[in-house]
T-cell receptor
């Protein structure tokens, strides 16, 4: 089942903070975050693994609550370059080793 | 440049036709994934290959087929095209075949069916 992302869209001023959430009804092995700019390919941001390990880059942080099967992506002091659609992908035992993607959260940063 | 090469970038064709999309994975990656993304929608997983063999199947229509060749490039064949097949088709590659790997996406092939 598709993870639920919230909010669907958010508009911020440059320098403001944003939190994007991803929730699943399944017991998850990992949560993956990607950002897609308009007309471009999705780009990897971060993987959060069961047990707390994180793999990623860029100045973006995230958390994974294993009890709630929920992940949050934290974008602090947002820059114009953060604009795009953020997708979470979840990996669980019954997903046949494939990521199940959320519908995306559109983030618009205004100067 | 992500290292994943997709051709063609744009393709316009008519209903009922057949097209082939090509993907060369990033050097060293053994696994190739195909995704379909309709306008302003999420990513729909179609199919995955690992080292030449089909690894997993998603929501791929029977009119669609794919394969991965010995040199690891992959082709997605779309036949009897319908208007609803118009979409952006992404190929992604990863080092291994499990979903826990980082996916590197190509720039996509935009298919327009008229």
């Amino acid at each position: 089942q598709q993870p639920v992302q919230s909010p669907q869209a958010v508009i911020l001023r440059e320098g403001e903070d944003a939190v994007i959430n991803c929730s699943s009804s399944k017991a998850l092995y990992s949560v993956h975050w990607y950002r897609q700019k308009h007309g471009e390919a999705p780009v990897f941001l971060m993987i959060l693994l069961k047990g707390g390990e994180q793999k990623g880059h860029e100045k973006i942080s995230a958390s994974f609550n294993e009890k709630k099967q929920q992940s949050s992506l934290y974008l602090t002091a947002s820059q114009l370059s953060y604009s795009g659609t953020y997708f979470c992908g979840t990996l669980s035992g019954d997903s046949n080793y494939q990521l199940i993607w959320g519908a995306g959260t559109k983030l618009i940063i205004k100067p | 440049d992500s290292g994943v090469t997709q051709t063609p970038k744009h393709l316009i064709t008519a209903t009922g036709q057949r097209v082939t999309l090509r993907c060369s994975p990033r050097s060293g990656d053994l696994s190739v994934y195909w995704y379909q993304q309709s306008l302003d929608q999420g990513l729909q997983f179609l199919i995955q290959y690992y080292n030449g063999e089909e690894r997993a199947k998603g929501n791929i229509l029977e009119r669609f087929s794919a394969q991965q060749f010995p040199d690891l490039h992959s082709e997605l064949n779309l036949s009897s095209l319908e208007l609803g097949d118009s979409a952006l088709y992404f190929c992604a590659s990863s080092l291994q075949g499990t979903g826990a790997n980082v996916l590197t996406f190509g720039a996509g092939s935009r298919l327009t069916v008229l």
